[in-house]
């Protein structure tokens, strides 16, 4: 019914004499078969999009087994998958891309305002930190916007540190959130540190036997917004920017 919806026309499907359930008649691959929820066995190892591999001894925990009675397939079925490894794959832009949109709909959500930009990096596994670019309209808001961000469907679970800049910064382009870094952020007053909240069993940062809790951090690279005086920018001259750029290739630079 949702694929349906989505395409705009019903999806053709056939009665399987196995399980009895309606299947995609035009799938490249079918698994047909059935899961006993008591049949628990362990599985892996197996790479992860962390770079490290999972279900190695001391940290597999059993899983539900698929037993499958038949396999349908086309005449010469493609079989899609994505590689897992070190940023940056196939799988962390997926990630990146798909949890980009839920926290920032997540957020807008949440009635939080001033939001510009939202990016999770697939250096970070697409996952892992988060990036807001938010206009600041009163005191505390980029607080409001990190905790917010934290608290939400997307980042309460596996995300652990919010980066806010200002609106000035675009979330995805890490040179600038970096300067912001460097320049806007504070450590003592611009930190906040999440004790106890939820993690996620593939995070090899904790220890095997504690990973379904961990912390989470807040760095707030926002010039205050109840600041009477606010660092003041440079700008480069646009002419001159223009003139020296007209004359890039004579000075073997192009």
């Keep these: 019914d949702v694929i349906g919806a989505l395409r705009g026309e019903?999806?053709?499907v056939f009665t399987s004499d196995v399980s009895g359930l309606p299947l995609p008649a035009h799938a490249e691959i079918i698994l047909d078969g059935y899961i006993d929820p008591n049949d628990l066995r362990e599985e892996g190892p197996?790479?992860?999009y962390t770079g490290y591999y999972s279900g190695k001894t001391g940290e597999e925990w059993p899983k539900q087994v698929l037993h499958v009675q038949r396999v349908?397939?086309?005449r010469k079925p493609v079989f899609y998958a994505t590689s897992v490894g070190k940023p940056i794959t196939d799988t962390h832009m997926i990630q990146s891309l798909n949890r980009t949109a839920t926290l920032w709909t997540d957020l807008l959500a949440a009635g939080v305002p001033g939001?510009?930009?939202?990016y999770l990096p697939p250096q970070g596994g697409g996952r892992f930190w988060g990036i807001v670019s938010v206009k600041t309209m009163y005191p505390g808001h980029s607080m409001h916007v990190a905790m917010a961000a934290?608290?939400?469907?997307?980042?309460?679970?596996?995300?652990?540190?919010?980066?806010?800049?200002d609106e000035d910064i675009p979330a995805d382009d890490i040179d600038r959130v970096l300067w912001a870094l460097a320049v806007r952020y504070d450590p003592y007053r611009s930190t906040e540190i999440i004790k106890r909240a939820r993690s996620t069993p593939l995070d090899p940062a904790l220890p095997i036997t504690e990973r379904d809790i961990g912390s989470k951090i807040i760095m707030?690279?926002?010039i205050p917004y109840e600041w009477d005086?606010?660092?003041?920018?440079?700008f480069?001259?646009?002419?001159?920017?223009?003139k020296v750029k007209a004359r890039w290739s004579d000075f073997g630079l192009d």
Excluded: N, Q
């Design 229 to 234: 005086r606010k660092p003041e920018e440079i």
């Design 220 to 222: 707030d690279a926002t």
């Design 72 to 74: 349908w397939r086309r």
């Design 236 to 242: 480069l001259d646009e002419e001159t920017v223009r």
């Design 150 to 165: 934290h608290s939400t469907t997307t980042g309460h679970y596996g995300m652990k540190g919010v980066i806010v800049v």
């Design 46 to 48: 197996f790479g992860e």
């Design 10 to 12: 019903p999806v053709e």
């Design 115 to 118: 939001i510009r930009s939202v």
